[in-house]
């Protein structure tokens, strides 16, 4: 089945400090990929939609010079939280779309990556 | 806009059976999709719906009604290890996914 790697899947790190988080379709190629944020007992809010070799869409109240996204090739997208604080401590999970088609799946979600900034 | 609705929380015995429902009203409709997510860990997909009518998988069943916007997640023979968040997704018009905000079921014994 469909695969997707997120690396790292735990950072703690002091404020201030700017975090890159991978995702990375193993045996797929993912034209399109979604980050979502979750907050404790709160449910999945997309973050932004991230294109294969074009600018992310970025959701309302999403800064997007906060929240770098890059997805340079079919198989991997970036996510780098710069200058982090700790209001940005959260859950956040990658997902891609098989480029074949939007079949009966529409996305394979990563593990997830929890953020904690002190 | 659009908008997915289903309870906050639910709370079950184990062994026993409990349906779990969703409303949706979204700009189209290309499929509505059930996933189960347990605590600090990513979505799993569990059904996907897009004609009315009933799909079973084993202990879990997915319905749909496209007329009446209305699905629901029935789930048989509870067990402690289903104690998780279940959430609805739609499909839109354009190919994204509309998320509803996720149902805690508690499982007691």
């Known amino acids: 089945g469909a695969v997707v790697s997120q690396h790292p899947s735990w950072v703690i790190c002091k404020s201030g400090t700017s975090v890159k988080i991978e995702c990375r379709s193993l045996?797929?190629?993912?034209?399109?990929m979604f980050w979502y944020r979750q907050f404790p007992k709160q449910s999945l809010m997309l973050m932004a939609t991230?294109?294969?070799?074009?600018?992310?869409?970025?959701e309302q109240g999403v800064e997007k010079d906060k929240f770098l996204i890059n997805h340079a090739s079919l198989t991997l997208s970036t996510l780098t939280v710069t200058s982090a604080h700790p209001e940005d401590s959260s859950f956040y999970i990658c997902s891609a779309r098989d480029v074949r088609g939007v079949g009966n799946q529409p996305q394979h979600f990563g593990d997830g990556t929890r953020l904690s900034i002190l | 806009g659009q908008n997915i609705d289903q309870p906050t929380e639910m709370t079950a015995t184990e062994g026993a059976i409990v349906q779990i429902n969703c409303t949706y009203q979204?700009?189209?409709?290309?499929?509505l999709f059930w996933y189960q997510q347990h605590a600090g860990e990513a979505p799993t997909f569990l059904s996907y719906n897009v004609l009315d009518g009933l799909e079973e998988k084993g202990r879990f069943s997915s319905f749909l009604s496209r007329s009446k916007g209305y699905s629901y997640l029935l789930l048989k023979e509870l067990q402690m290890k289903d104690s998780a968040s279940y959430l609805c997704?739609?499909?839109?018009?354009?190919?994204?996914?509309?998320w509803g905000a996720g149902t805690k079921l508690i499982i007691k014994p």
């Open positions: 979204t700009s189209g409709f290309n499929g």
């Open positions: 045996d797929f190629q993912a034209t399109t």
């Open positions: 997704a739609v499909r839109d018009s354009n190919y994204q996914l509309i």
């Open positions: 991230s294109n294969e070799g074009s600018k992310a869409t970025y």
